[in-house]
């Protein structure tokens, strides 16, 4: 099952501005007309409650967006470009990988959402945006903006409200295909279920999912078995029934065994709350030893059960040990009954990650000068260099339409207090000029 993915994204350029006269019979001298780009492509993510798992990302992990288109003379402008949409299941909890390689939390797809991942660049400005009192002749234009590159960790936790923890062949898939619709392989020997499995349980008005995670041995959590690999699809349900073999040799042993593994895989999980139950209820020998096996577990699973519980009805519910067959259908209907009532007290785990507002980095940032050597001053400004790179520098006339738009931009003042000398070197992305 392929419940992670690292996606690079690539949202789409904006187009460029465009540099243009009005050129007519009785107006040969009008004015400039060149259109603005569009927009590029934003990148966005948006859920899809018909996939369940990330397999159509795996081989597409590299998704560039539109670009926008350039602007044109008379004033067209480009337009913009269509976003692309990335679907993904829901239960995917998105992160964005920074550069330093912590991830930061973006977003959860627990519920039907679309989230912008990755933002267009903005179209660029053409010259009709360049006149000014005194500039009527304005030979700039802008390059449309790089979109915005993000690196995403897409992992998937599949929703389901009660999950069902057990050793293999404890009859997981059996009781879950008696429950709900779900139709998983059951077999007498150990790890038939190799991938989660949902199904929905029925009940008076209402309905809840129910999950089989993969059974869990010693180890698990140190990836024995089939590791821990799927744990993290058990981690959003709002309470487990964790399933006793009946034929187990030893009932105790194995409850205890489950409730290490997940509190090593994460403590919170061992911190919700169980309902018990032992299956196989219809072979005579288990049924034959019922009594015992209730007495081995009471106070074990009580003790347990009152550091996590503190609500009578829930306590109540819980400290009950279930014995069930889900041949016979022995005990299945109560035992579905206090699922339900356990869900109406243990609210839906909301996992409190904060959205990260710095995710977007502020479009433009306050122009930076440099002196990278005596003489050589380098300016950033994206918004400089967006102009530099459309014009021809050679030509003086775009050269001091540049410098005073470096005036407006306050960069020239910058370079002053920079200490810059008349016949110094200003460069620009790769342009460069000569202060006068
Ligand atoms: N007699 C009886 N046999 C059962 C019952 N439940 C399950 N079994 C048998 O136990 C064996 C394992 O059942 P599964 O439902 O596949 O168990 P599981 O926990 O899903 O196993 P894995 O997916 O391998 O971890 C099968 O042979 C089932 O027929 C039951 O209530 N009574
Ligand atoms: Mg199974």
Redesign the pocket.
């Known amino acids: 099952m392929i419940d992670t993915v690292r996606l690079n994204l690539f949202a789409g350029r904006g187009g460029n501005g465009c540099v243009s006269f009005l050129h007519e019979k009785f107006n040969p001298k009008g004015g400039p007309n060149g259109g603005d780009g569009g927009h590029g492509g934003d990148i966005v993510i948006q859920s899809d409650d018909s996939l369940n798992t990330l397999l159509h990302l795996k081989f597409n992990s590299t998704i560039y967006g539109t670009n926008g288109h350039h602007g044109k003379g008379k004033e067209q402008r480009g337009s913009n470009a269509k976003e692309t949409i990335i679907t993904a299941p829901l239960g995917t909890v998105i992160w964005k990988i920074n550069s330093d390689g912590v991830k930061t939390f973006v977003a959860d797809l627990d519920q039907d959402k679309r989230v912008l991942v990755a933002k267009g660049g903005l179209g660029g400005w053409g010259n009709k945006r360049f006149v000014s009192s005194t500039n009527q002749e304005p030979l700039l234009a802008q390059t449309g903006e790089k979109g915005e590159e993000t690196i995403l960790f897409l992992e998937l936790k599949l929703l389901a409200d009660v999950g069902l923890l057990?050793k293999?062949?404890?009859?997981?898939?059996?009781?879950i295909s008696r429950c709900t619709k779900a139709k998983?392989?059951?077999?007498?020997?150990?790890?038939?279920?190799l991938e989660p499995v949902l199904g929905v349980v029925e009940y008076g008005e209402g309905s809840f999912v129910m999950m089989?995670v993969?059974?869990l041995i010693e180890g698990a959590n140190e990836g024995v078995g089939l590791g821990f690999q799927f744990l993290r699809h058990a981690e959003r349900a709002r309470f487990y029934v964790h399933?006793i073999d009946g034929l187990s040799e030893n009932h105790l042993d194995d409850w205890k065994m489950i409730n290490n593994e997940i509190k090593q895989f994460d403590e919170s999980m061992s911190l919700k709350p169980q309902i018990v139950a032992v299956?196989?209820?219809?072979?005579t020998e288990v049924n034959e030893y019922k009594e015992m096996i209730f007495e081995v577990l009471e106070e074990e699973i009580k003790l347990h059960n009152n550091q996590i519980l503190n609500d009578d009805v829930g306590r109540e519910i819980v400290n009950k040990i279930h014995f069930?067959?889900?041949?016979s259908g022995e005990g299945l209907n109560e035992l579905i009954g206090d699922c339900n009532r356990l869900l109406d007290i243990i609210p839906k785990d909301l996992e409190h990650h904060e959205f990260d507002e710095s995710y977007f980095p502020p479009v433009e940032n306050i122009p930076l000068i440099t002196e990278q050597e005596d003489g050589v001053f380098v300016v950033n400004s994206r918004r400089l260099e967006r102009l530099t790179l459309m014009s021809d520098m050679e030509d003086h006339r775009v050269a001091i339409q540049i410098w005073s738009e470096m005036m407006k931009l306050g960069i020239a003042k910058h370079l002053e207090e920079s200490g810059i000398q008349p016949g110094d070197v200003i460069k620009i992305g790769d342009a460069e000029m000569e202060w006068i």
């Open positions: 057990a293999p062949n404890a009859g997981k898939s059996t009781f998983p392989k059951i077999a007498d020997y150990q790890f038939t279920t089989e993969p059974g399933l299956t196989k209820m219809d072979v069930i067959s889900s041949v």
